[in-house]
T-cell receptor, first 114, second 109 residues
């Protein structure tokens, strides 16, 4: 593993189905983030975790949940997918949650909910 | 509310200079980032400003004026590979990172 990996790369999902997007890092970064990116809008934070064992809600958390059982993994779950959750999802990490720390992004997951 | 404004799209010529502006209105300020994002790829870090002034890094420079809520990214000696979207992001007083929608830069030969 080099950096940040996300799986799957893309997915087409029927509405109402449950889906987990995976994110794994080998950078030993404390902070991890989930964003969605939609055309014409900026990246929007869904959930974040400043350290293993803790999570927080971002700007658009409804319909999503996360867990942070260890430093490396930060899965994002859609309990019951809806078409408005069609988006590109990026996982990001930072060495810590400090204000000056750049974020490193995974390659993204393109999700389509029909 | 929180707001970050950037032009939607800009066009420039290879070899020229382009300035991409970003204005922000946020609850407090703890730093401003610029990221580059090529189509279909993830954003990558370009620069960080927390104090007023110009930060230069090779062909790219970033300027910040906190009193005006304004930043710009200056790209010199444009190359075709600079065709990408450029994202401005501000860290607010509660350490949330708010992102602009990005500026799509098109470079023509």
């Amino acid at each position: 593993i080099a950096g940040i990996t996300q799986a799957p790369t893309s997915q087409i999902l029927a509405a109402g189905r449950r889906m987990t997007l995976r994110c794994t890092q080998d950078m030993r970064h404390n902070a991890m983030y989930w964003y969605r990116q939609d055309l014409g809008l900026g990246l929007r934070l869904i959930h974040y975790s400043n350290t293993a064992g803790t999570t927080g809600k971002g700007e658009v958390p409804d319909g999503y949940s996360v867990s942070r059982a260890n430093t490396d993994d930060f899965p994002l779950t859609l309990a019951s997918a809806v078409p408005s959750q069609t988006s590109v999802y990026f996982c990001a990490t930072a060495s810590s949650g400090g204000t000056h720390n750049e974020q490193f992004f995974g390659p993204g997951t393109r999700l389509t909910v029909l | 509310g929180q707001n970050i404004d950037q032009p939607t799209e800009m066009t420039a010529t290879e070899g020229a200079i382009v300035q991409i502006n970003c204005t922000y209105q946020t609850s407090g300020f703890n730093g401003l980032f610029w990221y580059q994002q090529h189509a279909g790829e993830a954003p990558t870090f370009l620069s960080y400003n927390v104090l007023d002034g110009l930060e230069e890094k090779g062909r790219f420079s970033s300027f910040l004026s906190r009193s005006k809520g304004y930043s710009y990214l200056l790209l010199k000696e444009l190359q075709m590979k600079d065709s990408a979207s450029y994202l401005c992001a501000v860290t607010t007083e509660d350490y949330q990172l708010i992102w602009g929608a990005g500026t799509k830069l098109i470079i023509k030969p």
